[in-house]
């Protein structure tokens, strides 16, 4: 299996992970042949691209660090906590979306403390138009993939997940039109975002029983570990844990996503973002930590190194993040070459070969 970028997409290509709609309704079952009409469905509702299965990727397979189903309900889940808050109709008493949401937290930590030894090598298939919630598990599931990285008992991941998938709940209280503006926001505007964390923040604490680390971790996922962030302008271990820990998850998630205002970065290129900022924007330690969990090359991408050869990445190391394993489907001349591997990180012969570019082998 290998993702193809939508625009790369091409009538009879097989479906090789199932796709659902903003519905949890399946939308492609996996095993179904690609129509044109298919590809430009997939592309008017924002989607990257699509996991395919053929002759060249048959042996290659994408794990993530949860399952599809747990993602799918999941955000389901979020959402329905969303537009309660939304609609101002939540109250203590009434509680199943928030008991829900805190039962899915408990199963995502127990998944990913199974698969703890994974790297997060999925590149996501969220939706544009709800990326508000699918943004919120991915930021809960990065944010319990680096707690586990620094040694957090399962408990604090639990606290750590739930603080970090309701991170984004105060925007509920930001009008939309101001959300998903195209361009520049005023002044005003940007002021009236940057309240969202304490929206959230009072909200949460105000409304449900939480503990206080989950809501903490609320206020301070914009804080910058240089102190440049908000609302509190703190800086470095001043900022909680999970603060500094939110913060790294929701800038490479956010960067990932394709938003109204600018096309997704390839995971690698958000990477790069990430390493560049670590002691600036960052907690130096807490980056060096999840760049060693998320791959900035995922299993199934198709890459071009720099002595020409193109093929796929099949294989991961937390120890080198930028030498994976590729197997070899194209040559220097553009000439399909029968397979055989790269390993970058252990092959001594290849120390001068380096990753350029994320590439299409259609």
Do not use: W
């Amino acid at each position: 299996m290998r993702f193809v970028p939508v625009n790369g997409l091409m009538e009879g290509m097989y479906v090789g992970k199932s796709l659902y709609d903003k519905n949890s309704q399946l939308l492609l079952s996996k095993g179904s042949i690609i129509q044109k009409s298919y590809i430009d469905k997939i592309y008017e509702m924002g989607y990257q691209g699509l996991y395919v299965e053929d002759y060249i990727s048959a042996d290659i397979e994408v794990k993530d660090v949860i399952s599809d189903e747990l993602r799918r309900n999941t955000v389901r889940t979020v959402k329905n906590v969303f537009i309660e808050t939304h609609d101002n109709k939540k109250t203590k008493k009434n509680s199943n979306n928030i008991d829900q949401t805190k039962c899915m937290i408990t199963n995502i930590v127990d998944e990913i403390l199974e698969n703890k030894d994974t790297l997060v090598n999925l590149i996501d298939l969220k939706m544009f138009d709800d990326y508000t919630f699918y943004h919120c598990v991915n930021v809960a599931v990065l944010s319990i993939v680096l707690g586990t990285s620094v040694g957090l008992n399962k408990n604090n991941l639990y606290n750590l997940g739930l603080g970090a998938i309701l991170h984004d709940i105060g925007k509920m209280f930001i009008d939309s039109s101001i959300l998903n503006k195209k361009g520049k926001l005023t002044d005003e505007e940007y002021k009236f975002i940057q309240k969202h964390s304490e929206y959230g923040y009072n909200y949460l604490k105000e409304t449900y029983e939480i503990p206080l680390s989950s809501y903490i971790g609320v206020l301070q996922h914009h804080e910058r570990y240089d102190g440049t962030g908000y609302p509190l302008n703190r800086c470095k271990e001043d900022i909680s844990l999970f603060g500094r820990i939110i913060c790294i998850a929701d800038v490479y998630d956010a960067l990932t996503s394709t938003r109204p205002y600018r096309e997704a970065l390839l995971p690698s290129e958000a990477i790069e973002y990430i390493m560049a900022n670590g002691g600036v924007m960052f907690d130096i330690n807490l980056t060096k930590k999840f760049v060693k969990k998320v791959a900035p090359f995922p299993i199934g991408t198709c890459v071009e190194l720099s002595n020409r050869y193109k093929g796929i990445v099949v294989e991961n190391y937390e120890e080198a993040c930028l030498r994976p394993k590729i197997k070899i489907i194209v040559d220097d001349n553009s000439k399909k070459v029968d397979t055989f591997y790269y390993n970058l990180k252990d092959d001594k012969n290849l120390r001068n070969v380096t990753i350029t570019s994320i590439t299409n082998l259609n």
